[in-house]
Nanobody
Framework: QVQLVESGGGLVQTGASLRLSCTAR??????MGWFRQAPGKVRDFVAA????????VYADSVKGRVIISRDDAKNTVYLQMNRLNAADAGVYFC?????????????????WGQGTQVTVSS
């Protein structure tokens, strides 16, 4: 069982940066990802990183602004978000899966955190 705990969310202004963190009790080279869910919307894929950290994939809406990384020594995965805008707002969920695929589909992921809220004000 993988327990994921997110942190780092908050209220920021448009154009600001924010770094989210997700800590797990055990990492075990799991594939890790981040999804975002706005009120009344489906859970959308944001980014994913392979167990080795050598492969990453991003949603088109965040490419060039967001970086996912992992520090296995700290059992932590990060999501650095820059030039935030209103469309980036929502609850951000950290997720993990035991398979290697960097899937963009929520049902392909095995474990989920409780989420951290990101609010972007104009």
């Amino acid at each position: 069982q993988v327990q994921l705990v997110e942190s780092g969310g908050g209220l920021v202004q448009t154009g600001a940066s924010l770094r989210l963190s997700c800590t797990a009790r055990t990492f075990n080279a799991y594939t890790m990802g981040w999804f975002r869910q706005a009120p009344g919307k489906v859970r959308d894929f944001v980014a994913a990183i392979s167990g080795s950290g050598g492969s990453t994939v991003y949603a088109d809406s965040v490419k060039g602004r967001v970086i996912i990384s992992r520090d296995d020594a700290k059992n932590t995965v990060y999501l650095q978000m820059n030039r935030l805008n209103a469309a980036d707002a929502g609850v951000y969920f950290c997720t993990a899966r035991s398979g290697p695929a960097l899937s963009t589909i929520p049902t392909h992921w095995n474990y989920w955190g409780q989420g951290t809220q990101v609010t972007v004000s104009s």
